[in-house]
């Protein structure tokens, strides 16, 4: 009888030890999985950044350098070979060029009306969105696991495992700030 | 939005003279009532004073009862019947004109029952659907419609002499209500009023977790948001695509503005909204005036509820690549 108690005993505390070390997989895997979604999109929008450059160079001879910035920076994203860290802050400095484009479109209404810009718009505005999507996505799923990892009882399996907290994905301070558009061009 | 102040001098221009000669109707009825169901009444209580005397079987009471009841509906129905829908035709009608122009009105129509139940908000088998007040048009960019839906299901029982008892339950009751989303996608995503996370706290989310009728969970940043509802979806890039931070703050404030159960779904490209909601909307009274400014604008507040959706939600931005 003792015996049959004793292997229940173990057999449970061996399932609660799965249930956790199983969870935290799961839960490092879906930070993973949300994170190649964010770069995915990413992507999509470096894609969009030729197509934007070659509409409206034709009427944006002001800011030819602001142009070549873009395109430069987009080249270096693509590259390969960047750390994640790097990426993020090319990331940023993407997102502040494309809004520095966007405010300069306003001095060319002919431009701004073309059917051809528009539809770029739209679409860059699209992925603006799926990433923010993407973004609140992975940081969910970061925040899931961090509570694992911290939190009582996994965080002692987590310790085990040598998992570690994970980093959000935010918003830099410069990116928070409204845009200064003279400051854009100085670049 | 037009004003109140605009709809008191439409109130007084275009909808009195009508409601003065639906409210003549009205006091036609309602003596037709009394002089006929007074005789409907009368006959019952001599019958009843009959069988009284000559049977003590209280079996025979009902005898008397049951008719009488079914002449007194009888005449209700066959008195406020036509009334009902050529005041609806009239009236309801002229104040959804005075929203939009560009809606229309149907006092029959209803949301079909396979719009319904494509929204997936309620899981249960429908047994018995009704509905009628049906609005439908294109408000500025986006194409939307809305309705009365009451949807039931039933229950059957045997009591201990065996006799079978079928008990309706009612699964939605207000205004349903479909628009064209501003946003292409492809899965499901369902906004749901939370329950659980209420009454439980923390625990509350690990039952929504196990809600095996549902898809996955979506667990949204927004604290507040995430106290007054549940996220369920098949993807949860998506989901969070759909429920902008701007969206999420704009379902909460619709919430907190109409007061009354909300749930929220995004499926084949459209937004179901419903409005549970206990009243009969858009109904004439029959035993207090019609002309009273109070009861048109309470038509006009229950219409604007839905029309008003498409602006709540910002449905009419077109600013990505669905136009």
Known sequence: ?187 | MKSDEEFRSYFKKALKPVLAEFEAKRKSIVSKLSIFGGIIVAIAAVALVFVLRNTSDMVAVFFVLIPAGFLIAGLWWWLTHDFVHEFKLAVIAKIVAFIDPELQYQPTGKISRSDFTASTLFKQRIDRYKGEDLVSGTVGKTAMRFSEVHAEHKTETRDSKGRRKTRWHTIFKGLFFIADFNKEFKGRTVVLPDTAEKLFGRFGKVLQKMNVSRDDLVKLESPEFEKEFAVYGTDQVEARYILSTSLMERILNFKRKTGVQVSVSFVHSNVYVALQTRKDMFEPRIFRTLLSFDLVADYLEDLRLASGIVEDLNLNTRIWTKE
């Open chain 1, 1 to 187: 009888m003792g015996l049959w108690i004793g292997i229940g005993i173990a057999v449970f505390v061996g399932l609660i030890v799965f249930g956790m070390y199983n969870g935290l997989i799961g839960k490092k895997n879906d930070c993973e999985n949300a994170f190649a979604s964010v770069d995915t999109l990413l992507k999509k929008r470096y894609d969009l950044i030729p197509n934007l450059v070659a509409a409206v160079k034709q009427y944006m001879e002001h800011e030819r350098g602001t142009l070549e910035n873009i395109t430069a920076l987009r080249a270096k994203a693509l590259s390969g070979g960047v750390s994640s860290d790097e990426a993020v802050t090319l990331n940023n400095q993407i997102n502040k060029a494309l809004g520095g484009i966007m405010v300069a479109v306003e001095n060319y209404p002919e431009l701004k009306a073309s059917d051809n810009f528009q539809q770029l718009q739209r679409s860059l505005n699209e992925v603006e969105e799926q990433i923010s999507a993407a973004r609140r996505a992975f940081n969910s799923a970061v925040t899931e696991f961090n509570n694992a990892v911290e939190m009582f009882p996994t965080n002692i399996m987590a310790g085990m495992m040598n998992y570690k907290r994970r980093q959000l994905f935010e918003i830099p301070e410069a990116e928070r700030q409204n845009v200064n558009v003279s400051e854009l061009f100085k670049a």
